[in-house]
């Protein structure tokens, strides 16, 4: 049995749809399990043992190409599907894309979520999963297509692999938090200062070396200038040297991370360091750091620090998303209060003992 999994989002997207991947091996041992991920986040399944190929879309890094530039990027993605001729497609968002993909590749059974915003995509996949918690954990929601396959789930963990001889080239300190202070999308960004607060905390009270990551983006890189300009303190500055790969291996061997609501947060929690994740107006319950030796979700109490086992979650904005006028203009922690950073500051400290 051949099977596609298409998962063609960002990096927590991906990195959390991981669960599957296994549950899918334990239910069809011997079957040739393959995954379609966009350019730039196939380092989250690459080596891993369950999966026999990872299939690469580029279209969206030629989205300002020409348009004959786009087609052909499109038609030879969708060639590499058809010539694998799989039995078995699980499309994991609510997109047509995938569906489209599938449907003219002559796979046989399509598994896809609802297409909310355009529902008569709907029709081309054999076996549509409805949404119906819009507040269900990423994880158990990707889960859901096992679910109305009659799979058991047999495990929720999340899964990246490494190299761990690949930060040879850093002089990585023996111990030290790692600290991710950006995302591809600003308004998760955690004000500059409470930010620099936390690193010379670090750095300066408690005598623990901090280490910066973030992507090898202009507005990344200047956000992290901006940290670094408020510090006392000057913290190991790794942002934009490193690949996907070796974020994980830093964060596994970190004392402590402590990041915004992105996917190293969830790269982080996956290789089993305690995580401290600072949310604004996303939702915890949904995208909360996953602690791999539980199976329930722990996020489910609106208040401001959230616990699931080892890991937890600032949520200190009572809004979603959909509830803020300006997300252009909006920075979490804005005004921050000496008490929210007392209160993520005594985390720190008791999680580094």
Not at 229 to 257: D, H, M, W
Not at 329 to 342: A, G, I, M, R
Request: with cysteine.
């Amino acid at each position: 049995m051949k099977i596609l999994l298409i998962k063609m989002r960002y990096i927590g997207d991906v990195l959390l749809a991981t669960p599957i991947i296994r549950n899918l091996a334990r239910a069809y041992p011997g079957a040739d399990i393959d995954i379609a991920v966009i350019s730039g986040t196939q380092d989250l399944v690459t080596q891993n043992p369950n999966i026999r190929k990872v299939l690469i879309y580029e279209g969206k890094k030629h989205k300002k190409k020409s348009i004959f530039r786009r087609f052909w990027t499109e038609f030879k993605f969708f060639c590499e599907i058809k010539r694998e001729k799989y039995d078995l497609a699980i499309q994991l968002t609510g997109s047509e894309h995938g569906v489209l993909l599938a449907k003219y590749a002559g796979i046989p059974k399509i598994v896809a979520f609802d297409n909310i915003k355009r529902p008569k995509f709907n029709k081309h996949a054999t076996n549509v999963v409805w949404q119906f918690d819009g507040d269900k954990h990423a994880i158990d929601r990707n889960l859901d297509a096992l679910r109305w396959l009659k799979i058991p789930i047999k495990s929720k963990r999340v899964e990246i692999y490494f190299d761990p001889m690949n930060l040879s080239e850093f002089p990585i300190p023996a111990r030290f938090v790692h600290f991710h202070a950006t995302s591809r999308f600003s308004y998760k960004s955690v004000n500059a200062q409470f930010m620099a607060s936390l690193i010379d905390f670090c750095e300066l009270e408690l005598r623990v070396k901090a280490v910066l990551t973030a992507a090898d983006s202009f507005d990344e890189k200047k956000r992290i200038d901006e940290i670094l300009s408020l510090c006392t303190s000057k913290p190991l500055n790794l942002a934009g040297k490193l690949t996907l790969k070796q974020v994980a291996n830093l964060a596994f061997r970190a004392e402590i991370y402590v990041g915004v609501d992105t996917g190293i947060s969830h790269i982080a929690a996956a290789v089993n360091t305690p995580v401290i994740a600072l949310f604004g107006l996303s939702n915890p319950n949904e995208w909360g750091p996953w602690d791999n030796s539980l199976t329930k979700n722990g996020y489910e109490k609106p208040q401001i620090c959230q616990r699931m086992g080892q890991n937890c979650a600032f949520k200190f904005d009572a809004r979603r998303i959909e509830e803020c006028e300006d997300l252009r203009n909006y920075e979490v922690l804005k005004d921050f209060t000496p008490e929210q950073l007392e209160a993520v500051k005594s985390e720190i400290k008791a999680k580094l003992g």
